[in-house]
């Protein structure tokens, strides 16, 4: 009964590769996020999808697609995989796209590129 | 554009201790504001949120913070710290639809 899951919990990759993470919230949320937390700990947003409409896209490569097959599950795609993008995931929901009522996070998925 | 400073990356006191975790922002329009604790190795809580109503909040785990919009500042206090709440902590203001961090601050609890 997790309110926003995503797996894998870990992922260790070779770098050239391409990986995907998923994220599911059983919340009814409206709005879901993708943030990378680098290994400094900043955390910084890189996609918002409201209803599966992409709505926030901060200047990231687009070796990095995200996709929304409905308004539950937000995945994340990233192709030829660099060491660079070694980090932890985190994905979110929040009930609007504003955020007023707060924002829910996943555990996070920790990427390992070797 | 808005931003969020988190005064001291790493704050230390010992257990019984009034914890104090520094944060300012700045933001050309009411904020909504909030803090967030992670735990090693795990996601974001939310310990509580700004959004306008009282500028004295009260979250979980017995920690509050006051939003002082003369000294833009939102400082996170628990008056007296246990080692369960060692971890990071993570200010944060909420512009058009995003969260914006601090740079977040490490609290030690000594025994």
């Known amino acids: 009964d997790t309110a926003v899951s995503q797996t894998p919990k870990y992922l260790v990759t070779q770098m050239g590769n391409d990986k995907s993470i998923k994220c599911e919230q059983n919340?009814?949320?409206?709005?879901m996020y993708w943030y990378k937390q680098d290994s400094k700990k900043f955390l910084k947003i890189m996609f918002s999808y409201n209803n599966k409409e992409l709505i926030i896209n901060e200047t990231v490569p687009n070796r990095f697609s995200p996709k929304s097959p409905d308004k539950a599950h937000l995945n994340l795609h990233i192709n030829s995989l660099e060491l660079g993008d070694s980090a932890v995931y985190f994905c979110?929901?929040?009930?609007?796209?504003?955020?007023?009522?707060?924002?829910?996070f996943g555990s996070g998925t920790r990427l390992t590129v070797v | 554009a808005q931003s969020v400073t988190q005064l001291g990356s790493h704050v230390s006191v010992s257990e019984g201790a009034l914890v104090l975790l520094r944060c300012n922002y700045s933001s050309s329009v009411p904020p909504y504001l909030f803090w967030y604790v992670q735990y090693p190795n795990q996601g974001l809580q939310l310990l509580l949120k700004y959004t306008s109503a009282a500028t004295l909040v009260k979250g979980i785990n017995g920690f509050e913070a006051e939003f002082k919009k003369s000294e833009t500042s939102f400082h996170l206090t628990k008056p007296s710290a246990h080692m369960s709440d060692a971890a990071e902590y993570f200010c944060a203001v909420s512009p058009t639809g995003k969260l914006i961090f601090g740079q977040g601050t490490t609290l030690q609890v000594k025994p």
């Open positions: 979110a929901s929040s009930q609007d796209p504003q955020g007023f009522k707060g924002y829910t």
């Open positions: 919340l009814g949320h409206d709005t």
